[in-house]
């Protein structure tokens, strides 16, 4: 079956055409927009199905934000859609729309060996729940129940749950974060603008002065957060290196959470856009410690496997199966 497949996030949305079946899942043709230079969705769409011979049998769409009724709004863009109305306006009868974590934990099953890293082999078991989360532009999260020969998937807006500290020092970036936004959130902290923040903290805290050249760079940079994460990977810069591992320390403890909330024996991936650009830094002890650090539960969470997802189309493959449906 060819279908129309969409990830729909605020900073970038893929499109493609899809052939699925019979637990494959083969890409056409993919394209990625910057989502901001575009007022809809259907603008979007109109630009890509422009270059189509002929219409896919379905779509489907995977939406960063809470999806009730057909109808949904991106979290953090203006956008907002309804199903049968993008059915009338991109001319293909039959649209779904999922949660984009929800479309990303449908994709799992189309994953191989190659497309994952392996951080904890664990002891899986047979039929126990899994558990996805990710950050990017903001946190997302899901639970898959395996029944069968498909997946019940429980979508989640757990990004938006007020943050827990574990330190004082955590606290302290709680305070700091509060006087700017009020209430913080896990997806504050856990996501590009997140680390940007936490960097920010940790320069008001004295833990390094900042690098002059680093200023100099980050005030030039359109992704201040892939520069934090590139310094900090290379240990040049001592207050990029506090940033990321604090980063990779709160993304282990939430992935821990994560596993807990699920009870995912089956297994936890860990998706997103920046996981995979961090792999190295999640590879070390900080970020498996913060995450089984979890008495009384330690046994428990000793034996959920745990993984990072390396390929960028998990929400396409996914947003393809909501579309096959």
Known sequence: MRVLAGDIGGTKTAIATIEIGAGRCRILRAERYPSAEYDTLEAILAKFLSSEKRLPAAAGFGVAGPVRDGKSRITNLPWRFDARQLSRRIGIRRVALVNDFGANARGLRYLGPRQVATLWRGRPEAGGPIAILGAGTGLGQAGVLPIGRGDVVVASEAGHVDFGPRTALEGRLVDFLRERFGRVTRERILSGSGLELIYEFLAVEGVARPD???????????????????????????????????????????????????????????????????????????????????????????????????????????AAATAAC
């Open 212 to 318: 002059r050249a680093v200023t100099a760079e980050l005030a030039a940079a359109e992704d201040r957060a892939a520069v934090i994460s590139r310094l900090g990977l290379a240990r040049r810069d001592r207050l990029s290196r506090a940033a990321l591992d604090l980063f990779v320390s709160i993304y282990g403890s939430e992935t821990g959470n994560t596993a807990l909330q699920y009870r995912a024996t089956g297994g936890v991936y860990v998706a997103g856009g920046i996981a995979p650009k961090i792999l190295p830094a999640l590879k070390r002890p900080v970020f498996l410690r913060a995450l089984q650090d979890k008495p009384p539960m330690q046994e428990l969470i000793a034996g959920i496997p745990v993984r990072v997802v390396l390929d960028s189309n998990l929400g396409l493959y996914g």
